[in-house]
């Protein structure tokens, strides 16, 4: 993800300064200012899509430096952190989970976004109505990536609707459960996001293979390797 949104912003950048003259153009001409969606598409107009890398998010919480909780988690630290890199001088803006979410999705400061709560605001119709259809999967969907996504989604995610801009959906409804919960599923056609697709719900017990972590790790790991062997098949034809 870091790779692909440093070049976007390093294109953004030479693009920021003409949109600004433009808009002031336009506004002193009486034009409509553009949205930021016309913005994001005029920046991808100038990115080079033709090599796509792909992109794997693994998206977990409570790794805060005062309690040291990544101690508690030697196999994240091993695969994830020991691997990569760690930004020592990070900050998270809204250390509350649905608002932080959103920020991530969008981009957005939690003021801008309008997702201050864990209930009333979580998944709201204002979240559906004004920000859900320009998360960062939807710019994606629409630079010609395949979009996935499986866990936990939001707090208050009632299940009965698919986000737009996501081609594999397994989400989990409703806040963290890892046993007795319910997962919301749908797969279908790219760019879904003048209809309202509906999943299907499936209940799961409290038997230890049932366990919420390993059922989605079972299955990003399935999706993975269905993706490897189609990309394989492609580059042999």
């Not at 949104?5 to 034009?31: H, M, P, Q, T, W």
């Not at 969008?106 to 201050?116: P, Q």
């Not at 009333?120 to 630079?143: G, H, I, M, P, V």
Request: glycine fraction near 4%; charge should be positive.
């Amino acid at each position: 993800l870091l790779v692909l949104n440093f070049d976007l912003l390093i294109v953004a950048r030479e693009r920021r300064n003409r949109d600004r003259d433009k808009d002031r153009r336009d506004r002193r001409d009486g034009s409509k200012k553009r949205s930021s969606r016309d913005r994001f598409n005029s920046i991808l107009k100038d990115y080079d899509l033709s090599s796509q890398k792909n992109i794997v998010v693994f998206m977990s919480d409570d790794q805060d430096a005062v309690y040291e909780s990544m101690s508690a988690m030697p196999k994240t630290q091993k695969w994830l952190s020991d691997q990569g890199t760690t930004f020592d001088n990070a900050f998270v803006t809204t250390p509350i989970c649905c608002p932080s979410r959103s920020t991530y999705l969008t981009g957005k400061y939690m003021h801008n976004h309008g997702v201050s709560t864990n209930n009333q605001e979580c998944c709201s119709d204002n979240w559906r109505d004004t920000q859900e259809k320009f998360t960062f999967n939807n710019y994606l969907s629409q630079a010609g990536y395949y979009t996935s996504f499986i866990g936990k989604y939001m707090n208050e995610y009632s299940g009965n609707y698919v986000p737009p801009g996501w081609d594999y959906w397994t989400a989990l409804h409703k806040n963290s459960k890892y046993y007795n919960y319910t997962l919301a599923r749908w797969t279908g056609s790219r760019h879904h996001y003048n209809r309202n697709p509906v999943p299907s719900m499936k209940k799961y017990s409290d038997q230890p293979h049932e366990y919420f972590t390993t059922v989605i790790a079972d299955e990003v790991e399935t999706l993975l390797k269905l993706y490897n062997r189609k990309n394989r098949k492609l580059a042999q034809s």
